[in-house]
C-alpha cells in the first residue's frame, strides 16, 4: 500500500498559511514524493477563514482535494472549529496555542504549540510565524526533511527576508 498523507493548515487570511503550505509541498518534491497544494480562503481574504492542503504520495495522488486529513494544523480558533471535523481520529493536531484556547475533545494526537507568542518574542513581530509553524510540523511529523524545507524557503520568499525566514524555521524546530 503507498504511503499518502494528507495534510490541512488553516489559519486566518494573513497569517502565511498558503505560503507554508506551498514551501511543504515544495519541499516534498524536493524529496522525491508526489504532491498536490491546493488552497481557499474568503474573499476578504485578511482576517477570514484561509485554508491551504497538501496532500504527499509515494505513489500518484487520484484525487485532487484533502478528504479526511492525517494531519491538521490550525493557527486561529476559527480554524479550529471549522476544520476539525475532517480530521481522522487517528491523526495529528497541532494548533498554535497563543490563538487557539479551546481544543474540543478529540481522539487525534494533539500538540499545542505557542507558535505566535515564540515568533513575537524571537523576532519582534508575528510576520514569520507561518514559518516557525512549518519547523514545528516538521519536527512533530518529520513529514518532509529539514534540509528539503529550507531549500524551498530560499527558493520562495524575497531575498530580503530568506536568512530571517528560515532562522524562523530553525526556531519552530525547538519547539
Request: net charge positive.
Amino acid at each position: 500500500m503507498p504511503n499518502k498523507t494528507e495534510i490541512r493548515i488553516g489559519g486566518s487570511g494573513g497569517q502565511g498559511v498558503v505560503l507554508a503550505a506551498q514551501i511543504l509541498g515544495k519541499a516534498a518534491v524536493l524529496d522525491g514524493k508526489n504532491v498536490l497544494q491546493t488552497q481557499a480562503y474568503g474573499a476578504e481574504a485578511r482576517g477570514s477563514l484561509a485554508k491551504s492542503e497538501v496532500i504527499i504520495s509515494d505513489s500518484k495522488i487520484h484525487f485532487p482535494a484533502v478528504r479526511k486529513c492525517d494531519i491538521l494544523v490550525a493557527m486561529s480558533q476559527e480554524a479550529l472549529n471549522a476544520l476539525l471535523k475532517d480530521l481522522k481520529e487517528s491523526g495529528t493536531l497541532m494548533v498554535d496555542s497563543t490563538n487557539v484556547s479551546v481544543v474540543p475533545e478529540t481522539r487525534a494526537k494533539v500538540h499545542k504549540v505557542p507558535i505566535t507568542e515564540t515568533t513575537r518574542k524571537a523576532f519582534g513581530e508575528i510576520m514569520y510565524s507561518n514559518m516557525v509553524m512549518l519547523g514545528a510540523l516538521t519536527k512533530i511529523t518529520g513529514i518532509v526533511s529539514r534540509k528539503s524545507i529550507e531549500e524551498a524557503i530560499r527558493e520562495n520568499v524575497s531575498k530580503k527576508t530568506v536568512e530571517t525566514n528560515v532562522a524562523a524555521f530553525r526556531k519552530g524546530l525547538e519547539l
